[in-house]
C-alpha cells in the first residue's frame, strides 16, 4: 500500500521545512503545488504565465487549474509508492478531487499532519525566509541559515527572496488560507485524518512529531 500524505498548514507554517525531511526518511515524493507552479513560471509556459497573475496578489490559482495540473502529477512512476502532497489540496474542490484521483488508483489518504502556527509566526517566518533557485530547498535568515550566505547548503545555487513573500501580499495569502483553506481542517477531522502538530516548536522536533504521527 501506498503512503499518500498532505501536509496542511498555513502560509510559513513550514510545510516545505518538513517535506523535504519527511521524503527522506520515508522514500517518497514531494509534491508542492507552489513548486509546481514556480517550475512553470521559470520555464515560461502558459501555465506559469497564468499561475503568476494569481499568485503575484497572493490569490489562488483556479481550481480545474490547479487541479488538472496535480492530477498529471500522481499518474507519474514516482507516485507508485505514495507522495507527501504540500499546498494542495487548498479548497473543498480540490480535497474532494484529490478523494476521487486517489481512489481512482485504489489509494487513500494516510493521514494529514496539519502545522499549526499563530498569523504572526507565519509574517515572521516569510520575511526571513530564502528560497534555492535550482530546487526550491527553504532557509531562513535567523532560523535557518544556509552555511554561505546567499548560496543553497544542498546544491549550491542562490538563493532568493519569493516575490510572494512582500508584506501586502502575506497578508493577502493568509487571509485567503483562512477563507479557502481553513475549513479543511474540519474536512479531515471529521474523516479522522487530521493530526495537529504545534508549529511553534523547533525544526527537529516538529520533523519528530510529525514522524510519530505517520510511523
Ligand atoms: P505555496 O508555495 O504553496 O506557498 P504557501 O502554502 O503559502 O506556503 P509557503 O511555501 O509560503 O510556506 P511553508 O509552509 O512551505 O513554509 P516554509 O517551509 O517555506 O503557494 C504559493 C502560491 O501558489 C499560493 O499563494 C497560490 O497563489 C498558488 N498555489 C499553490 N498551491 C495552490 C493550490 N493548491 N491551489 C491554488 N493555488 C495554489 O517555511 C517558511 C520559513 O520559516 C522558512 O524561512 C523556514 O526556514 C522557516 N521555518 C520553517 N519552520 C520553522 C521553525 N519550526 N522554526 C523557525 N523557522 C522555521
Not at 521524503?23 to 509546481?36: E, P, Y
Not at 504572526?120 to 533557485?133: A, F, I
Not at 532568493?160 to 483553506?181: A, F, G, H, L, M
Request: proline share 5%.
Amino acid at each position: 500500500m501506498a503512503h499518500f500524505i498532505i501536509l496542511l498548514g498555513p502560509p510559513g507554517a513550514g510545510k516545505g521545512t518538513q517535506a523535504e525531511r519527511i521524503i527522506k526518511k520515508l522514500g517518497i515524493v514531494h509534491i508542492s503545488s507552489g513548486n509546481l507552479f514556480r517550475e512553470n513560471l521559470e520555464k515560461e509556459t502558459d501555465l506559469g504565465r497564468l499561475a503568476k497573475s494569481y499568485m503575484d496578489k497572493g490569490e489562488l490559482v483556479p481550481d480545474n487549474v490547479t487541479i488538472a495540473m496535480v492530477r498529471e502529477r500522481l499518474t507519474k512512476l514516482d507516485c507508485q509508492t505514495g507522495a507527501l502532497l504540500d499546498g494542495f489540496p487548498r479548497t473543498p474542490a480540490q480535497a474532494k478531487a484529490l478523494d476521487k484521483i486517489l481512489a481512482e488508483k485504489n489509494e487513500s489518504i494516510l493521514c494529514v499532519p496539519y502545522i499549526k502556527v499563530p498569523e504572526d509566526l507565519s509574517v515572521e517566518r516569510l520575511s526571513g525566509r530564502w528560497t534555492c533557485r535550482e530546487a526550491g530547498h527553504v532557509y531562513h535568515e535567523k532560523y535557518n541559515p544556509p552555511k554561505e550566505k546567499g548560496i543553497c547548503d544542498i546544491d549550491g545555487s542562490p538563493l532568493y527572496q519569493r516575490d510572494d513573500d512582500k508584506r501586502r501580499t502575506v497578508e493577502q495569502r493568509i487571509k485567503v488560507y483562512s477563507q479557502q483553506t481553513a475549513p479543511l481542517i474540519d474536512y479531515y477531522d471529521k474523516n479522522g485524518l487530521l493530526r495537529t502538530i504545534d508549529g511553534t516548536k523547533e525544526i527537529d522536533e516538529i520533523t519528530e512529531s510529525i514522524l510519530k504521527e505517520i510511523t
